[in-house]
Nanobody, 123 residues
Framework: QVRLVESGGGLVQAGGSLRLSCTAS????????MGWFRQAPGKEREFVAV????????WYGDPVKGRFTISRDDAKNTTYLQMNSLKPEDTAVYYC????????????????WGRGTQVTVSS
């Protein structure tokens, strides 16, 4: 498995932007599909975005489409989540996850998880 560490969370006003980073160590990063998920208080963890091993394919959960962008830099073993036009309902703990092989948004397929980073959007 690969070890994942998220960073970049914080407090931002509605309409603002944040960029989350997730740095991996322990295995060859390029062999992993990378995903972002989030969990708001009292809610189940939900899919946010995923990017394929090659970086050529990505897709997003409906609540974030058009506002969030996932990317990866294999030279830095890092994946990013650029979050624009943030809304109070985006407030959650954001988790980075990795899986070997083809991309999917199915959480149980992801074998490695970070500890999460808190994002709080004030109205």
């Amino acid at each position: 498995q690969v070890r994942l560490v998220e960073s970049g969370g914080g407090l931002v006003q509605a309409g603002g932007s944040l960029r989350l980073s997730c740095t991996a160590s322990g295995r060859t990063f390029s062999g992993y599909t990378m995903g972002w998920f989030r969990q708001a208080p009292g809610k189940e963890r939900e899919f946010v975005a995923v990017i394929s091993m090659t970086g050529r394919s990505s897709w997003y959960g409906d609540p974030v489409k058009g506002r969030f962008t996932i990317s990866r830099d294999d030279a830095k073993n890092t994946t990013y989540l650029q979050m624009n036009s943030l809304k109070p309902e985006d407030t959650a703990v954001y988790y980075c996850a990795a899986k070997l092989g083809l991309a999917t948004s199915f959480q149980p397929d992801f074998g490695s998880w970070g500890r999460g980073t808190q994002v709080t959007v004030s109205s």
